[in-house]
């Protein structure tokens, strides 16, 4: 039962903001697992290549992230529809083990496809965490809240990237690599004694039946409705932007400026701008509204979107990094700062179906970014062009689908 703010006694209410903040760290925990299953990783591709016999240059690595996102993919669906009918705890309990277990057959698995089986059922369980993390936050928050609480979660979301190779690398220095594997395992067990304290945050009359009839329908109302449909593809553009520049920015910088020595600072730079932009976005949902923001952020992206093909175009393919990263960095920032509101805007009609509805954009935002990432890379032609027509045009589309999907109140 919710009480007012009169009827509230003083305990009550200090009692009432430190759950809520031990809520939010806690979620923020179990949706930064599917990023630390990643970055983790990364100062251990050499020591993997040797101990399974590859080639110094070999890219059969990557499959350490490829199945880790086909499982996030895929796993969805294990969880969204049972927490509609079983609630949030028993899922996310489920998804927690099968985390903690993959990474520790990672890290024991004696040969290659193994480690990759592992990496696939490992994705599998951060699933678990991530799409129920979204639902839990809807069952408690809405409208404006639950975008400056999405912000805020985003921003500490996109400080990993900067904290976990630095993390795994000082894991691989000096421990054996496979630590990398076991260290997240341990992460995984903590949060699971953690979310003990967690309460159930889908209430009995809510829940629906777990049937194939059941999820067809409420997945059916997901994707039939106009404003929910609209952002998730949004969503999905915005993730593909993202996706392009982590899998492009390494060869661009390294390939196109020869600077390869410099591209720790560029990383890091970009994750700092993308974090203070997401704590700002927090601020800016407080002062302009939601619905209003992420719709003056679309007309922005395309804007800087546009700029950023400018500066390409006019230095040649090879325009100065300093000036290149500014750019490229503010198109980023406006981008992933849509992407929290564009999911409370998405998840907003959508209430009573809010596990699977978690489902749907986890799934295709995993599935069609991770494949618009690809294909932006496969571009490339030694200059910062193609990638920056690529960003733009996501851009665009997205902008497009986010100004039509908030256009007016679907009835």
Request: glycine content about 8%.
């Amino acid at each position: 039962m919710t009480l007012s703010p009169a009827a509230t006694s003083a305990p009550a209410r200090q009692k009432g903001v430190a759950e809520g903040k031990e809520f939010i760290a806690l979620v923020t925990g179990l949706m930064a697992m599917s990023a630390l299953g990643i970055d983790l990783m990364l100062p251990a591709f050499p020591d993997m290549r040797t101990t399974f016999g590859m080639a110094a240059d070999s890219t059969d690595v990557a499959w350490i992230v490829n199945a880790y996102f086909l499982g996030m993919a895929a796993g969805p669906w294990l969880y969204g529809p049972a927490s509609d009918r079983y609630g949030r705890r028993p899922p996310l309990v489920a998804g927690l083990v099968i985390y903690a277990t993959a990474a520790a057959l990672a890290a024991l698995a004696p040969s290659w496809p193994l480690v990759v089986l592992s990496r696939f059922l490992w994705g599998v369980g951060a699933a678990g965490p991530r799409s129920l993390s979204v639902a839990m936050i809807r069952d408690r928050y809405e409208g404006d809240s639950m975008a400056r609480l999405m912000s805020l979660i985003m921003a500490v979301f996109l400080l990993v990237p900067i904290a976990a190779p630095l993390v795994g690398a000082g894991l691989v220095h000096a421990l054996p690599w496979r630590a990398v594997f076991w260290f997240p395992g341990v992460v995984a067990l903590l949060l699971l004694l953690w979310s003990r304290r967690l309460p159930e945050t889908l209430p009995e009359d809510r829940r629906r039946p777990f049937t194939w009839q059941s999820v067809r329908a409420a997945s059916r109302e997901v994707v039939t409705h106009r404003q929910t449909i609209t952002l998730i593809l949004a969503m999905t553009l915005l993730f593909g932007v993202l996706s392009a520049y982590l899998s492009g920015s390494e060869v661009i910088v390294e390939d196109v400026y020869d600077a390869r020595e410099w591209f720790p600072v560029f990383f890091s730079a970009i994750a700092v701008v993308l974090a203070l932009s997401s704590l700002n976005n927090a601020r800016l949902v407080r002062h302009y509204g939601v619905h209003r923001l992420v719709r003056w952020l679309a007309m922005s992206g395309v804007a800087a979107g546009s700029a950023l093909v400018v500066v390409s175009v006019l230095g040649g393919g090879r325009p100065n990094l300093v000036l290149w990263t500014v750019v490229l960095g503010v198109t980023l920032a406006i981008g992933q700062g849509l992407s929290p509101n564009s999911n409370t805007i998405a998840m907003a009609p959508v209430p009573h179906v809010a596990g699977t509805a978690s489902s749907i954009i986890a799934t295709v935002n995993s599935a069609g970014g991770a494949l618009l990432g690809y294909l932006a890379t496969t571009f490339f032609n030694g200059t910062v062009t193609p990638f920056s027509v690529t960003i733009l045009a996501y851009l665009c589309v997205a902008a497009a689908l986010i100004l039509w999907g908030t256009a007016r109140p679907e009835q």
